[in-house]
């Protein structure tokens, strides 16, 4: 791996480039904490990726800008929440509440542990809680049949589906409303019958969900 840093538009971004074994095109990605990252194959020149670079600073800005709406800032469900901690005089035992889009956690238990830290572990828990159920409602529904399910914190995708037929879902998804998770789950239903992007596939995504570009667009305005 080499880093380096780049300049955009008067502004210097770290930049990572790393050449992997079984890349074949060279990808772009920007991480949370604003970290440009570059893979390229083995046999690609990293002069090569610093042009890639450069090729594709408007992107890289709109990434960066998104990232910056995005700090500080927590969802659930489709609308936004606050997460904070503090002390619970009334209920020392309680680990946290709920309560009029706030979630609070008792600061006096959860000593080391960051907000974003708290807040992940607890949109995990709603994840497996809710996108199983709804995934078994839907594949009911439409007919579709599936082996298992796993709820992860996925760093570059919302979901996946195997050739085995077992179905993984971001714990992220619980940012959107239920219309933009069930769009989700149902792209991964049909993958069951149709593993690849075809316009076979995107059919049947249709008849199933007729405005599912909509709920796409709101998948691109946040950044994993």
């Known amino acids: 791996m080499k880093e380096e840093f780049v300049e955009i538009n008067g502004v210097s971004h770290k930049c990572k480039l790393q050449k992997h074994r079984i890349s074949k095109n060279i990808r772009l990605k920007v991480d949370r904490d604003l970290t440009i990252k570059v893979t ?27 990232l910056k709406l995005q700090q500080n800032k927590y969802y659930y469900l489709g609308e936004d929440i606050r997460v904070i901690k503090k002390s619970f005089v009334d209920n020392k035992n309680l680990n946290y509440y709920f309560k009029e889009q706030s979630l609070i956690f008792n600061s006096d ?3 080391s542990s960051s907000v974003i830290e708290l807040y ?34 996925l760093k570059s ?30 792209h ?21 969900i007729p405005n599912y570009k909509i709920h796409r667009q709101q998948l691109n305005k946040i950044i994993l």
């Open 120 to 153: 992940t572990n607890w949109l995990g828990v709603q994840a497996k809680e809710y996108i199983p159920r709804r995934v078994k409602e839907l594949s009911y529904e439409y007919n579709f049949i599936y082996n298992n399910i796993k709820i992860k914190n």
């Open 109 to 111: 238990i959860y000593k």
């Open 40 to 66: 390229l194959p083995r046999y690609v020149p990293y002069i090569v990726a610093k042009k890639f670079i450069t090729k594709n600073t408007k992107w890289i800005e709109k990434k960066i800008n998104l």
């Open 157 to 186: 995708r919302w979901g996946s589906c195997s050739n085995k037929k077992n179905l993984s879902f971001n714990l992220k998804l619980m940012y959107f409303n239920p219309e933009v998770i069930d769009y989700v789950i149902v």
């Open 188 to 208: 991964e239903l049909c993958h069951l019958k149709e593993m690849n992007h075809s316009r076979k596939y995107w059919k049947l995504v249709e008849e199933i």
